[in-house]
């Protein structure tokens, strides 16, 4: 089973769009990059997925992750508007993007316009399991403050850990 993202980080970006990924997220970035070597140019491969305009983040994903969701779009049938979103989704609106030796992950200009990422700013990098969400503070995705007001609508008594009794019922 592959390497999990965990935890919430702030990053900063500086004015040639460079950010400093964690040491301990970029484990998992190399981990999940099967062509990464310590010994080999030391740039781990990684894909970023923009999406649609009225996205204000970005999904970064290892490249195992991403191979993993390819083989599951490849199952839907094809022409299929599921498949058809999921194509343009996880191939059309994405970039493939690494991390150099030093750490860092570079933004192309296009992205960072896009996002509002201009030098100095703050990132939010939020940990999603086998991907990470990033996106300016000040625009946090409304599916955060959804998954929060879901999470407050159970009350401060219910354990989120019932809910895995469902995957394994089923």
Known sequence: MARKFRG???VKVDG??????PARLRRVFD??????????TGRTQLVAVYGPDWWNWLELYTIEAIEQIDEQIDRLTRGSQERRWL???????STDLEIDREGRLVLPAKLRDRLGFADGT???????????????????PKDVQALEDFAASKGPEFD?????????EG
């Open 160 to 168: 989120p850990r019932a809910f895995l009794q469902q995957s394994s």
């Open 31 to 40: 981990a999940g990059d099967p062509s990464f070597s310590g010994t080999n």
């Open 122 to 140: 703050e990132t939010i990098f939020e940990s999603r399991g086998d991907y990470i969400q990033v996106y300016h503070p000040e625009s946090r």
């Open 8 to 10: 919430t980080e702030t």
């Open 16 to 21: 040639k769009g460079r950010m400093s990924i």
């Open 87 to 93: 194509e343009l989704l996880m191939n059309g609106q």
